[in-house]
T-cell receptor, first 110, second 116 residues
């Protein structure tokens, strides 16, 4: 089955620790995206990548970093500089202007 | 600046009743418009899209939406709601951004509850 995998589904970290969220796709899509979702705020774009070895900041990139070494993978690191990291994180890939989403990772930082 | 407004935060309908979820957008050029649905704790599923052509578009699960340029709207409709339609619905507009044409701007969502 083709699709987007995000792992883990739930992630717990202590404040001050960096944490990396995984996103893998086998859809052969060039473009990939990371969104953050908070209650009542919809989805906000963190980073996106159109091709391998290239990525761009979205609207709320501060405190986050990404890499795109392989077409299939677009991991997101939430650094200790992110002031409010607790949220639901969604990865997406796109083709023909349509975005397809993974199941999400809920990150809780205490 | 591009934006999407979903004026209804929460809607409750009875099973079997018709449904209309409102979406208004602000965009300087011809928009690409989308509706997504999200079940609790899950990712988003694409319901339907409008790129060009016929302004009434059909989607999955019996949903349809109508693009009205004069009203800057893209409302989602379903003639008869099923209990399984209870979810959160997001409208999104596709915008050019830094050379990429696939950035989506999302509304804040409408949470649909279905009464038996």
């Amino acid at each position: 089955d083709g699709g987007i995998t995000q792992s883990p589904k739930y992630l717990f970290r202590k404040e001050g620790q960096n944490v990396t969220l995984s996103c893998e796709q086998n859809l052969n899509h060039d473009a990939m995206y990371w969104y953050r979702q908070d209650p009542g705020q919809g989805l906000r774009l963190i980073y996106y990548s159109q091709i391998v070895n290239d990525f761009q900041k979205g609207d709320i990139a501060e405190g986050y970093s990404v890499s795109r070494e392989k077409k299939e993978s677009f991991p997101l690191t939430v650094t200790s500089a992110q002031k409010n990291p607790t949220a639901f994180y969604l990865c997406a890939s796109s083709i023909d202007r349509k975005q397809y989403f993974g199941p999400g990772t809920r990150l809780t930082v205490t | 600046a591009q934006s999407v407004t979903q004026p209804d935060i929460h809607i409750t309908v009875s099973e079997g009743a018709s449904l209309e979820l409102r979406c208004n957008y602000s965009y300087g050029a011809t928009p690409y418009l989308f509706w997504y649905v999200q079940s609790p704790g899950q990712g988003l599923q694409l319901l339907l899209k409008y790129f060009s052509g016929d302004t009434l578009v059909q989607g999955i699960k019996g949903f349809e939406a109508e693009f009205k340029r004069s009203q800057s709207s893209f409302n989602l409709r379903k003639p008869s709601v099923h209990w399984s339609d209870a979810a959160e619905y997001f409208c999104a507009v596709g915008a050019a951004y830094g050379g990429a044409t696939n950035k989506l701007i999302f509304g804040t969502g409408t949470l649909l509850a279905v009464q038996p």
